[in-house]
């Protein structure tokens, strides 16, 4: 029924609807970047152990030996050996894991370990 009246409510609800829809992706953009940084962590955490674990087996080797053996370990498992020294039979590295949060933005994530033998 038409009274003459212009209709100003036309269309509200599709721009209410826009604006819920744009603050989920937001959320969910910004939830993937937190992710994306706890992975990044994570893998970065394990290439440091692995690393450290290789570098340990090749430890009578040569500090040149151990740390070339834990750089390989490390690139395998995603990361970069930023760091890595021979203390004793001790091997001490730690790796870097470069990712992408969100486009345009890069970060680094970074992780140290250490492994040796035994002691009683």
Known sequence: MDDGRPDTERGGATVLLLAIGLVF?????FGA?????????QRAAVAADLGALA????????????????ADIAGRNGGRLAGCRLDGLDVLVTVEVVFTPLPGLTRVASSTARAGPVRG
Request: net charge neutral; with cysteine; charged share 5%.
């Open 55 to 70: 570098g340990a087996a090749r430890a009578l080797d040569g500090g040149a030996m151990a740390c070339a053996s834990a």
């Open 33 to 41: 970047a937190i992710a994306a940084a706890g992975m990044a962590g």
């Open 25 to 29: 992706v937001l959320f969910g953009t």
